[in-house]
């Protein structure tokens, strides 16, 4: 793997988790109304906690691909507000060397969000 794509990758991955936990903590807040509707049924504080722990397959299908979407879209901005597109493009590398890792990745949470889902 060429260093470019494993620099793209990692600053894709930083960029993708902290939008992942805000989209989860955002969608967990809009769904407390469903948690605290079974915490009244008197259950026991394990069982609160592994109610909202399963929450989370539920979340994660919508908030995947809006997480992807911000993410290369931050990355980008990031990238050409530090003037790094600007120099990587003058240097000769094509837009198709660039946008691959992200293609990739996309590819592969793509699939991880259709095998959650199904």
Known sequence: MPILWR?????????FVLA???FIAVLFVMR?????EFATLAPSAVSVFLFSLYQIPHILPEALPISCMISSFLLFQKMCHSHE?????????????????????????????FALAA
């Open 85 to 113: 597109m600007t120099s990587l493009r003058a240097c000769g590398v094509g837009l198709k060397t660039l946008l691959f890792p992200l293609l990739f990745m996309g590819t592969v949470l793509s699939f991880f969000n």
């Open 20 to 22: 992942i936990v805000s």
């Open 32 to 36: 407390i109304k469903e948690i605290a």
């Open 7 to 15: 620099y793209f990758l990692r600053n894709y991955l930083q960029i």
